[in-house]
Nanobody, 128 residues
Framework: QLHLVESGGGLVQPGGSLRLSCAAS????????IGWFRQAPGKEREGVSC????????YYADDVKGRFTISRDSAKNTVYLQMNSLKPEYTAVYYC?????????????????????WGQGTQVTVSS
């Protein structure tokens, strides 16, 4: 099976920044569409960002637009999520997931597409 590992989470003050990494083993990440998700305690998992393997389209949830940036580093077989201007409400476990289908990333990707491979998650805590 595909193997994904998230890293880069931690404790940061409001307004600060973190860069999350999603590293792949056993497959070439360029061939997969990658989604970032988050889940806060007592809440449902929700989509945060997505980058397509087909048309290079990207998607961001409304509350993170202008603050987060998703990108690929093919040489390192890694997808990043740069998180700036962090708010306490962003506190959650963040997961990356992979889908082989080269669909265009857009609103609804989290519910309309099946991500078969998931990482273990990395904790992001935003607090003063």
């Amino acid at each position: 099976q595909l193997h994904l590992v998230e890293s880069g989470g931690g404790l940061v003050q409001p307004g600060g920044s973190l860069r999350l990494s999603c590293a792949a083993s056993g497959f070439t990440l360029d061939y997969y569409t990658i989604g970032w998700f988050r889940q806060a305690p007592g809440k449902e998992r929700e989509g945060v960002s997505c980058i397509s393997s087909g048309d290079a389209s990207t998607y961001y949830a409304d509350d993170v637009k202008g603050r987060f940036t998703i990108s690929r580093d093919s040489a390192k077989n890694t997808v990043y999520l740069q998180m700036n201007s962090l708010k306490p409400e962003y506190t959650a476990v963040y997961y990356c997931a992979a889908d082989l289908a080269p669909f265009s990333c857009s609103a609804g990707y989290a519910s309309l597409h099946h991500f078969g491979s998931w990482g273990q998650g990395t904790q992001v805590t935003v607090s003063s």
